[in-house]
Each structure stands twice: as structure tokens, then as C-alpha cells.
């Protein structure tokens, strides 16, 4: 049976997360790996989209117990869609090496957004 390893959830303001981006266009690049960006900018609100993501990678830190570190970077985590459009998380990296020190075996992501907030779970779970 699976019992619960490591439990996150993130809210962001769209509207902020806009303003950092406008402010600091490098931010995108910093946070975000080339396929989510690929993936916001083909979508109607690419910043309502990426402020979901962002949310899903706060949740997965929270999760891994570590938050933002220089092992645990924002790159090492990945937010992509399965065929059936649910999200789907990746991680590598540092990322990977806590998740694999928790020994979880399966992960759950969940992303909810309006225009004006984005919202993630993120689930570990240990068999």
C-alpha cells in the first residue's frame, strides 16, 4: 500500500508574476526549461499558463522538503502535458536525487489557474 512521502501546494498572483517577467525578462529563462515555454507560448495566456508552472515547481519543492537550493533549481523540475492534457511532472538533477532519497515511486501534480491565479498540489508517494 502507498502512504504519502512528500506533500506541496503553491498559489501565485498571475498579475505579479506578469510584472516580474516584464521586469526581468531573464526570469523566464532562469525558471523555465524550453519546452514549458515552448508549451505557454502556443496557449491563449501564456503568463496564466507559466504562473501554474511555477506554482507546480514551488509545490514540488515544498514537497522534497528543501524549497529553492542551489541542489534543488528551478530547471530540475519540469511541468509537461500527457496526451490526455493532464500535467505531468519530470525531475532531474537534484531534484531527482531528493525524490530518489525519499524513495517515492509515483508523483502527482495538480495545476488549477484563473486570470487572475494559479494554484498546484504536488503528491510523493512511497510504495
Excluded at 526581468?24 to 505557454?40: D, I, K, M, N, Q
Excluded at 511555477?54 to 542551489?70: Q, V
Amino acid at each position: 500500500m502507498a502512504h504519502t512521502v512528500g506533500l506541496g501546494i503553491d498559489i501565485v498572483s498571475v498579475q505579479v508574476f506578469q510584472k516580474s517577467i516584464d521586469s526581468e525578462p531573464a526570469y523566464l529563462e532562469r525558471v523555465f526549461t524550453a519546452v514549458e515555454s515552448s508549451y505557454a507560448q502556443s496557449c491563449a495566456d501564456p503568463y496564466q499558463i507559466l504562473a501554474g508552472r511555477l506554482a507546480a515547481k514551488e509545490a514540488t519543492m515544498k514537497a522534497l522538503g528543501t524549497g529553492w537550493t542551489d541542489e534543488v533549481d528551478w530547471k530540475d523540475i519540469e511541468i509537461t502535458n500527457h496526451v490526455d492534457g493532464r500535467p505531468e511532472l519530470h525531475v532531474f538533477g537534484g531534484s531527482r536525487a531528493k525524490l530518489d532519497e525519499l524513495g517515492a515511486t509515483s508523483v502527482w501534480v495538480s495545476i488549477s489557474h484563473t486570470p487572475q491565479y494559479a494554484c498546484a498540489v504536488v503528491l510523493l508517494e512511497k510504495n
